[in-house]
């Protein structure tokens, strides 16, 4: 009798010792950051007197391959799988030496204009046009409080920069800057390469809608002098002309007198700068449906706004009408095409066209 009660007194006090060591652990470990995140390494290419912050994971990687800020995720066991895959395609993709002219570019000024901030909430958002920024920007617009809701924010004030109540990154000083890129939640969105360049097409040369006239009386002619083929043909920019432009390896010298106006069809590594700046999440065009409520959530925001409803079918990949404009362009053309995009298809997961294969 007496050996069972000292038994049970051991049991005791091996149960209470597991209890008070959980306990421990639990405080030594828990993230003092209100995000719950821990620090990663910071370079800004274009930056002075940059802070470099060391995380186990990344000590591999050389140095101008380390990406700046941190990714807004306690545990990738708490996050959906597929935005977990995202983050490592891209990682895996930002070390591929091969690839390295496609996929790294400097965090410069072109880049810090497109990133929008919410000092409010601590958001930083990437624009890429054509992939319903827009709507992003309206529920940045709400945050900040310059509206009360996305409902009364008047179409003419989303793009007016000095109306909004947006400010850009570029409008910080540089440690300012660093702070931000380190501490904030970062997201941008993302869609199929090819079928973004058709959007943008249409939107600026063919429909037009919004009263922007110097893409068909100035971008459009200039693209047309250089790259069409038939001098004696007068109708307005074809998409084969879009493409040769593109897919020009020196079309850099046309970029320059079009200005910013080129951020509807330049690559995402060149608007967003993916393997420099580490952001928190990227979104899909394509799964929108999912991806908007789940960016939301991950940026502590969803009890405060919600994305506008997105009309049925809108975001689906269509395509049938990929395939329909890029059949009349050459071979030569399109593979010309998809060597300038190729980063952006690698690093986010996009699959080589078929007829690009045939």
Known sequence: MHHQWLLLAACFWVIFMFMVASKFITLTFKDPDVYGVKQEPLILTSMTKV?????????????????????????????????VKRIE?????????????????TVSKFVLDRIFVCDKHKILFCQTPKVGNTQWKKVLIVLNGAFSSIDEIPENIVHDHEKNGLPRLSSFSDSEIQKRLNLYFKFFIVRDPFERLISAFKDKFVHNPRFEPWYRHEIAPGIIRKYRKNHTETRGLQFEDFVRYLGDPNHRWLDVQFGDHIIHWVTYVELCAPCEIMYSVIGHHETLEDDAPYILKEAGIDHLVSYPTIPPGITVYNKTKVERYFSGISKRDIRRLYARFEGDFKLFGYQEPDFLLN
């Open 89 to 105: 395609l891209l990682r895996n993709v930002c070390r591929d030496a091969v690839l390295r002219n496609l996929s790294h570019t």
């Open 51 to 83: 802070e470099k912050i060391q995380v186990p994971e990344e000590k591999c990687l050389p140095e101008e391959f380390q990406p700046t800020g941190k990714v807004f995720s306690e545990d990738p066991m708490h996050q959906p799988l597929v935005h």
